[in-house]
């Protein structure tokens, strides 16, 4: 087993960004050093290395790689010590360096920069697992901001969506007695906090009511660009919206759009007027 002074050593070969906590030389937080092409082939659906799709574990797991990715790279103990125990009860995704085990021989510099990104997250697994802050869930201090709450609820309802598909097709986990109960607990403490707080906060993000112009089609039906449902305050910018649809859009489309008035509020959604 490598010694602290070693691991450090390594650490620092990889990356400068290492997060130590320097007066007992406990390790915080984590970089997990990705290029950008790693982090998009980790962290995008269309990735080689997604995992999110496997099955509810990977699912889990992700969540933790993109919520690092959301941090600029850093990952905290607690996080780290999650995806490792739930790769290693995954059965892992193949690579060279498996989570269960520790590698005899580390990687070089250079080796370690074209090692698949699992590997990596792997090799800084095992480099300071002995010396990581675990700081449970409940204990993170933002639970009143709207953005955290958010995250926690989005991947809640993941989490909720293959618990209830494991449940109706009636597949085992396999998980020891009380693992399972453990796990549904922890879940509600985290999720049940950040529902309460988005109930409570939800209509600061109403901008409020407002009468306007939208474009709609046939079915009188407001149509989409990309910045969402083409309504707008002002018949002018609906005109000119329509405009750059003459540009790209077909001739026999076009003929059934028209603009009309409309109201828009959080109570009742679009109305025509």
Known sequence: M?????ANEILESYSSKIGLHHSNEQ???????FTAVEWCHTCMR????????????ASNIQSEVNEAFREGGYIDGESLRVVAELMISHGGVGGSYPFEKEPEVYPSVEEFKNLRPWDKISILWHLTKDRLIFQPPRQKKNHDDLEYAARVLEN?????????MFKTF?????APAGQS????????????????LLNERIHELNPGDFEGFAIIDESKEAVSNGHGLCVYKTRKD???????????DSKDRLSNLQIVPVRVSATEGLCLI
């Open 238 to 248: 609906a005109e000119k919206t329509l405009d750059v649809m003459g540009e790209y």
């Open 156 to 164: 809640g309802f993941r989490f909720l969506d293959m618990h209830y």
């Open 181 to 196: 109960e453990a796990g549904m607990s922890v879940f509600l403490a985290r999720f049940l906090p950040a529902l309460k």
């Open 46 to 57: 269309e990735g080689e290395e997604y995992i999110g799709g496997c099955c509810g574990t």
């Open 170 to 174: 009636k597949v085992s986990t396999a």
């Open 27 to 33: 390790i915080r937080t984590v970089f997990i050093p």
């Open 2 to 6: 490598l010694t602290a002074e070693e």
